[in-house]
């Protein structure tokens, strides 16, 4: 059998699995123009999150029952990841599935059940639900998604129950349990969803790698906020390890083990994923700045309180004079900063060109992801799914 190679491999035949099957139609195609701005309609969005949503309800209320059978005082603790899981855009699920979908048809249809593959992604909401609560620890974020970040939820349930020793303490070891439960139940509700055992087994190296780069970027997360990894290089490198890699690039390729794609369906991916996991960090940092409270559920102040140490910063600090260094030396991170430090630290990022710099990186990463998926020999449906997700991920104001 003969057929064009496609242009991302030009010197071998592609083959997405192991069963020797050489992709037909998809990768014989003539790029494809895409609108500036694609419909979500066609990620099918609402369903995928319908589902998603339904699968961790369900999973919880299991849970409920566990704990409360054990004692009645860990119900808040289920109540808290509930919370966590709750809302959200469910970005990651949503890559997951489509990573799936985009390889199912060149390796003969569908092996595993919608629902069950539905199911399966959904656990991606826990790891991140477990980063969350981490993350905020560490940078002592205030509030999350509107509400109290989980370590000050519990800090205020000990005083509020007359509890003895100290409150913040108390609420610092009960969100790293949280969030450790989070990750535990990452896990089963992945084992329990129902997929066939062999795509379990596929797919639980692409879950471990992804488990331990989400760890290893938190680490170097708190190294550059100690002086570690200085400039815009650490903090690509953060945002790589920390937020890029399991934002995009692992559920695309977790999706694709699952449905037995083989490595090319990796590497394709991770064309996509890097890119666009980086652009959708940037983002966040931008909106961490920028971002209107009422839209984001999270004070435009805190990335600033806490001294997060992101692209933005960096930049700015590359191209500030010397007061512009002092300012960001006293300000930047300072607990006792107030509105008139948080405007002055706003006007020096705008001032620098920091802000301009990163939107300029964001949309030539997000239209390299583009490109990658135009390019990518996956199905129709998928890529104009994934083309529309990739639009919402980068320019969203939440």
Known sequence: MS????????????????????????AQRNPVVRPLAPSLEAADLGRVRGAVSAALTGFLEEQRTTLAAMDPSLTPVVDEVCA???????????????????????????????AAVLR???????????ALVHDDVMDGALTRRGRPATHVGFATRHGDGGLSGDGTTFGVGAAILVGDLALVWSDELLRRSGISGPALARARSVWDTMRTEVTAGQYLDLLRAAGGLPGAHGALTVARYKSAGYTVQRPLQLGAAIAGAGPRAADVYTAIGLPLGEAFQLRDDVLGVFGDPAVTGKSADDDLREGKQTLLIA?????????????????????DAGEEQFAALRALIEATGARARVEERIAERTATARGAIADAP???????????LAVAATTRAA
């Open 3 to 26: 057929r064009q190679p496609h242009p991302l491999d030009r010197t071998r035949a592609t083959r997405w699995g192991d069963t020797g099957r050489v992709i037909t139609g998809a």
């Open 315 to 335: 930049l700015a600090e590359e191209e500030a004079d010397d007061d512009g260094r002092r300012l960001l030396r006293e300000s930047l991170g300072d607990p």
């Open 84 to 114: 966590l899981a709750d809302g959200g855009k469910r970005l990651r699920p949503a890559f997951a599935y489509w990573g799936w979908r985009g390889v199912t048809e060149d390796l003969g249809g569908p092996a595993e059940d919608d």
């Open 120 to 130: 399966a992604v959904a656990a991606l909401e826990f790891v991140h639900a477990s």
């Open 378 to 388: 996956i199905a129709e449906e998928a890529r104009a799914a994934l083309d529309a």
